[in-house]
């Protein structure tokens, strides 16, 4: 069976459906500004077969309780993986949900959502983080799904039995607030903000109490790696692009962030595809970053 690892387009996955090779497609759409409109989009059309992945319920740690301080306070075993807006669960928290969906090791995992890539993505690098190399996005989301033909269900699908998904060895690299940190002006990081230019120029701030961004990162948007078709760029193109913007800098430094973690996945696995990769993600990213006045902040 063939592996997938990066992006698996909609005639691929046909195949691949088709073939009956252990699968599991994962609906990850959502809209940050309405965090029940992913369920209602799933509930319209989806991938006959579909898991709905909630980026706030499933993708996420739960936020707690306001502690003493005005922090949030967990237990033990769901202290979140990072900071941010979106904190990763503890890696033994999401392995928890994906058993409970009847996802196993064997299995390929495809990840979706009809949004440009802006949040399968995240299920994608913590699979990956998980140690699961064998998930791929689909180039093109829902939409070059439809194009191709591709069935499509509505409301729920029929439960899956519970499995044991084992964690393996990480294969990816989340970096944190204080590596970012002591990173500044070394010539060994590289960040990489996938914001909107406004909002890395620090001219608005829609969701985060701090306008800005972290010292010396560079400004790629995420939708920089979609093409007017809907899907990623060429792998040549992407390379060319990261190579302007990197300006001889070594890819292997980069560190990705956004706003909280979300977005800046499409910067890393457009890395991947360009060759350039695998790269670091700061899962706190800015929410996390401007928690803390103590940290530095550039505007402009």
């Not at 900071?83 to 990763?88: A, C, D, F, N, V």
Request: glycine share 12%.
């Amino acid at each position: 069976m063939t592996t997938y690892t990066t992006l698996i387009s909609a005639s691929e996955l046909q195949a691949l459906v088709a073939s009956g090779a252990p699968l599991m497609v994962f609906d990850c759409s959502s809209d940050l500004m309405q965090p029940s409109a992913g369920a209602q989009q799933y509930a319209t059309a989806h991938i006959p077969g579909a898991v709905f992945a909630d980026l706030n319920e499933n993708l996420s740690a739960k936020h707690g309780a306001p502690g003493a301080t005005g922090t949030v306070t967990a237990q033990e075993a769901d202290m979140p993986a990072s900071g941010g807006r979106h904190p990763l669960p503890s890696r033994e928290r999401f392995a928890m949900w994906l058993s409970s969906v009847g996802f196993a090791n064997g299995m390929q995992a495809v990840v979706y959502d009809r949004q440009g890539a802006n949040y399968c993505g995240r299920l994608w690098w913590m699979l990956k983080w998980a140690g699961h190399d064998a998930v791929a996005v689909l180039d093109g989301g829902l939409q070059a799904w439809q194009a191709a033909g591709g069935a499509i269900n509505a409301g729920d699908e029929p439960a899956h039995f519970q499995s044991n998904f084992t964690l393996g060895e990480p294969l990816r690299q989340l970096a944190t607030a204080g590596q970012v940190l002591a990173g500044l002006g070394q010539p060994g990081q590289t960040v990489i903000d996938a914001r909107a230019a406004p909002r890395f120029r620090g001219e608005v701030e829609p969701l985060d109490p701090v306008a800005g961004h972290i010292p010396g990162a560079l400004n790629r948007p995420f939708v920089q790696n979609i093409g007017e078709d809907g899907r990623f760029k060429p792998a040549p193109v992407l390379r060319a692009e990261f190579d302007a913007l990197l300006a001889g800098r070594d890819a292997r430094t980069v560190v990705h962030q956004c706003g909280s973690g979300v977005s800046a996945v499409p910067n890393l696995l457009a890395m991947e595809i360009a060759g350039l990769g695998p790269t670091a993600l700061f899962a706190g990213s800015w929410s996390e970053w401007c928690s803390d006045p103590a940290r530095p902040v550039e505007r402009g």
